[in-house]
């Protein structure tokens, strides 16, 4: 079977291994999904994140810390310019404070919050709190 979304896929994984108090997730591996989980390394969300090789193929195993209560793929991935922050805020966001967008910017993968204090816009890739 072939996955059309492996980023949808792996958020979707870690979901419900955080819903079912697991600690410990495998996910496949990919260049975009190693730059979303180290983001939601540096916000706490996930403790750590290793790669193995199985075969000819590479796996992630995630580390859980157990304080996602969301995670998941904005679908279609809508551009996100500077002056509409709080508009996909809270669309995506529970309250203010609480929670990270992850958007794909010329500089890269990033927060919300650092894009919003370099005044760059992107695209909209996931989101979690």
Same mark, same amino acid.
């Given at each position: 079977?072939? $996955?059309? !979304?492996?980023?949808?896929?792996? =958020?979707?994984?870690? %979901?419900?291994?955080?819903? $079912?108090?697991r600690?410990?997730?495998?996910? !496949?591996?990919s260049? =975009? ?5 180290? +983001?939601?390394?540096?916000?706490? *969300? ?12 590479e796996? $992630? +195993? ?9 995670v ?6 809508f551009? &996100? ?10 669309? *995506? &966001?529970?309250?203010? %404070?609480?929670? +990270? ?7 890269? =993968?990033? !927060? ?11 695209r909209?890739?996931?989101?979690? *709190?």
């Amino acid at each position: 079977m072939t $996955l059309n !979304d492996t980023l949808a896929n792996a =958020l979707s994984r870690i %979901d419900q291994h955080e819903k $079912l108090g697991r600690k410990e997730c495998t996910v !496949d591996s990919s260049k =975009l999904i190693k730059n979303v989980l180290g +983001i939601l390394k540096k916000f706490g *969300y996930v403790k750590e994140f290793t790669a193995k090789k199985e075969g000819i193929k590479e796996l $992630l +195993i995630v580390q859980l810390s157990g304080t996602i209560n969301r995670v998941g793929v904005v679908k279609p991935r809508f551009p &996100l310019q500077t002056a509409t922050f709080t508009k996909w805020e809270k669309r *995506y &966001l529970p309250s203010k %404070d609480m929670g +990270i967008l992850v958007l794909s910017t010329v500089e890269g =993968l990033m !927060d919300h919050a650092k894009a919003k204090e370099k005044h760059i816009g992107g695209r909209i890739i996931a989101y979690c *709190y």
